[in-house]
């Protein structure tokens, strides 16, 4: 009970990074941002939630909700929506695109949107360089570095297009990411810091208050409770 996340569906390993649910009691739901958007279904709608900047907290009044967390910079491209559009906002699918009236799950609705193929104007590169973008700035590359085809002017723009930030900020946010991923599995702050690419302890206590909008006291009390219960890491905490 709670949040918990599941395997994605396998012939969508390469968009889909995980599949989760949130049921249970009636309780908030803390978002930490993550660089990723997700597909979701709330009160029998299809919904997107964009890229976040910073955390926040949803309500759920007992209704489970189910979801398809898509890699950062995926889920655009098979909008055909910009992701600076729906940065920190949740929208009905239906408010974007058309959506056949057979469409009745999550799956159905994701397999629909891969089959159409990449919109170019959200999908600048290959599914190969998008990774090597995410991937290398999650590990704390310089822009420069990580691809000839993303550099220069074009940099900002494309980044805000696929990821619904520039540059610098999609940095911090993955950098945030990997820490919250290092607190649940349990390291003491100063191992996060150093082993996050922060450039000290303060650093990491900052940043985590910024983008969390708790202490990091806190946030490692969540991260313990997951542990204990058995709860995977993920983008949502129960606040």
Same mark, same amino acid.
């Given at each position: 009970?709670?949040?918990?996340?599941?395997?994605?569906?396998?012939?969508?390993?390469?968009?889909?990074?995980?599949?989760? $649910?949130?049921?249970?009691?009636?309780?908030?739901?803390? $978002?930490?941002?993550?660089?990723?958007?997700?597909?979701?279904?709330?009160?029998?709608?299809?919904?997107?939630?964009?890229?976040?900047?910073?955390?926040?907290?949803?309500?759920?009044?007992?209704?489970?909700?189910?979801?398809?967390?898509? =890699?950062?910079?995926?889920?655009?491209?098979? /909008?055909?929506?910009?992701?600076?559009?729906?940065?920190?906002?949740?929208?009905?699918?239906?408010?974007?695109?058309?959506?056949?009236?057979?469409?009745?799950?999550?799956?159905?609705?994701?397999?629909?949107?891969?089959?159409?193929?990449?919109?170019?104007?959200?999908?600048?590169?290959?599914?190969?360089?998008?990774?090597? $973008?995410?991937?290398?700035?999650?590990?704390?590359?310089?822009?420069?570095?990580?691809?000839?085809?993303?550099?220069?002017?074009?940099?900002?723009? +494309?980044?805000?297009?696929?990821?619904?930030?520039?540059?610098?900020?999609?940095?911090?946010?993955?950098?945030?990411?990997?820490?919250?991923?290092?607190?649940?599995?349990?390291?003491?702050?100063?191992?996060?810091?150093? =082993?996050?690419?922060?450039?000290?302890?303060?650093?990491? =206590?900052?940043?985590?208050?910024?983008?969390?909008?708790?202490? /990091?006291?806190?946030?490692?009390?969540?991260?313990?409770?997951?542990?204990?219960?058995?709860?995977? +890491?993920?983008?949502?905490?129960?606040?």
């Amino acid at each position: 009970m709670g949040y918990r996340e599941f395997p994605p569906p396998t012939a969508m390993r390469d968009l889909v990074e995980c599949a989760w $649910v949130v049921d249970g009691p009636p309780a908030p739901v803390r $978002v930490l941002p993550d660089g990723c958007m997700d597909l979701f279904r709330m009160d029998g709608r299809f919904m997107v939630a964009g890229p976040d900047t910073t955390a926040s907290v949803s309500p759920r009044e007992g209704e489970p909700f189910v979801g398809l967390r898509f =890699h950062p910079g995926v889920l655009p491209r098979l /909008l055909g929506v910009p992701a600076s559009d729906l940065r920190n906002a949740r929208v009905a699918v239906t408010d974007l695109i058309s959506v056949p009236p057979r469409t009745r799950s999550l799956l159905e609705l994701a397999t629909d949107l891969a089959s159409d193929g990449p919109r170019p104007e959200t999908a600048p590169w290959s599914l190969p360089q998008l990774g090597q $973008v995410t991937g290398g700035l999650a590990a704390g590359s310089a822009v420069t570095e990580v691809g000839v085809w993303w550099a220069g002017r074009a940099a900002p723009c +494309s980044a805000s297009a696929v990821y619904g930030y520039g540059p610098a900020m999609l940095r911090r946010i993955l950098r945030f990411r990997r820490a919250v991923l290092l607190l649940d599995k349990g390291l003491p702050p100063v191992e996060v810091a150093v =082993h996050a690419g922060y450039a000290d302890q303060p650093h990491l =206590h900052r940043d985590v208050r910024d983008l969390a909008g708790v202490p /990091l006291s806190a946030l490692r009390q969540v991260s313990s409770a997951n542990r204990s219960t058995q709860l995977p +890491s993920g983008s949502a905490t129960v606040a």
